[in-house]
């Protein structure tokens, strides 16, 4: 099952590297209305699925 963990920590390297391309691409107005309301959101649950899957791996 290390493989999903594996899977999960790929996938919030992919949305926070998405996220850092988009602020670069256009520094002023980065992201619209609905995409800072989603996207930082996001990373945190995504990052707090990986921090549970590790401990779930763990066990």
Request: proline share 5%; no cysteine; charged share 10%.
């Amino acid at each position: 099952m290390r493989t999903l963990s594996s899977y999960i920590r790929v996938g919030v390297f992919a949305v926070v590297a998405s996220g850092l391309l988009m602020f670069v691409a256009s520094p002023d107005q980065p992201f619209s209305a609905f995409e800072k309301v989603w996207f930082w959101p996001l990373v945190a649950l995504l990052i707090i699925l990986m921090i549970a899957g590790e401990a779930v791996f763990q066990l």
